[in-house]
């Protein structure tokens, strides 16, 4: 079989495609044949061994493991002892954050316990796209909510990976929503049915005279002083953090500064590859209240390519990785 490997923290050109042996699944395993994977930003941060403060989970100066890639949609191919509600033929997906990583293979090992059945009418490469960027999306809009019909809600950093989800979940929610990104991104933002687009280069949404009732952070731009501006009375915000000095930031001044002004401000506990939501992400693809973006689809020999088109910044959607 065929996996993207890499042996140590770097540039996107220390990946590479190696020949390894065929997996075997133990106690309580299952190999998955991948039917398509896709990349986010975290993958990204995973190669390059950022923030350096999570070396400390996933090895100080090599990587703990050689495999990349969390996002994974595909059929089971083969279980181990003790496994018990999965067969061959069945439709998985997966976040594999916590599991191994590993998606970027033509076959995965992973615990039974870390996949979720998929629907039959969701293909491969749309479902591929959901499980990390989706569950956190959906897990900052909850942290935030909940979101009441007609209420306006502002995702910042709207046009990468999780920020097309966030809005169209917003949507279907029934929110009235603003979507902040460059200019270059406000079109495909329309079409995910944003009611009102800023570019940031333009404008700055903490300095207008719009409030909001629900703000997601995706981008994290801006100071809790800032945000307090862009919040309603009784508003509420929630950021998707990157960077340690803004999480610490927000949980630890952002508390104080919402009851002075009677917001909420703060960060939530990200629980990946939780069951449930990735069965509430299945109806709302299975309803059509979400449709992925798909940007590109590589094969996994162009995984350098699909992680330079992720890093540029410049895809619009999801970029898959196809076996």
């Known amino acids: 079989m065929r996996a993207v490997v890499r042996d140590e923290y770097g540039p996107v050109d220390v990946l590479r495609v190696a020949a390894l042996a065929r997996p075997v699944p133990g106690p309580g395993e299952v190999v998955v044949q991948v039917g398509a994977a896709s990349l986010n930003m975290g993958d990204l941060d995973h190669v390059l061994g950022r923030p350096r403060l999570a070396r400390i989970g996933t090895g100080l100066f090599r990587p703990s493991h050689s495999r990349v890639g969390v996002d994974v949609a595909g059929t089971v191919e083969e279980t181990g002892p003790d496994v018990t509600g999965l067969r061959p033929g069945d439709r998985v997906w997966a976040d594999l954050f916590e599991v191994g990583h590993g998606a970027l293979a033509d076959l995965v090992t992973a615990p039974a316990s870390a996949l979720t059945p998929l629907p039959d009418t969701v293909p491969f490469d749309v479902a591929a796209t959901v499980p990390h960027s989706g569950s956190l999306a959906l897990q900052g809009l909850r942290a935030a909510g909940p979101i009441r019909p007609g209420e306006r809600v502002l995702v910042n950093g709207a046009g990468g990976c999780v920020g097309p989800f966030a809005v169209q979940i917003a949507k279907a929610r029934g929110a009235v929503v603003t979507a902040v990104d460059h200019g270059d991104k406000l079109d495909l933002l329309r079409e995910l049915g944003a009611d009102e687009v800023i570019d940031y280069t333009r404008e700055d949404f903490t300095r207008g005279d719009r409030q909001f009732d629900v703000v997601l952070d995706i981008a994290d731009t801006r100071s809790v002083a800032a945000l307090r501006r862009a919040l309603a009375p009784g508003g509420r915000y929630a950021l998707i953090?990157?960077?340690?000095?803004?999480?610490?930031?927000?949980?630890?001044?952002?508390?104080?500064?919402?009851?002075?002004?009677?917001?909420?401000?703060?960060?939530?506990?990200?629980?990946?590859?939780?069951?449930?939501?990735l069965d509430e992400l299945a109806g709302l693809l299975v309803a059509g209240d979400v449709v992925p973006r798909i940007d590109r689809r590589y094969g996994l020999d162009e995984a350098v390519e699909a992680f330079r088109r992720l890093e540029s910044g410049q895809a619009r959607g999801k970029v898959l990785v196809v076996p």
């Open 241 to 277: 953090a990157r960077r340690l000095g803004s999480f610490a930031e927000k949980a630890l001044l952002g508390p104080v500064v919402g009851r002075l002004t009677g917001t909420r401000i703060g960060v939530f506990p990200w629980r990946p590859n939780q069951a449930s939501d």
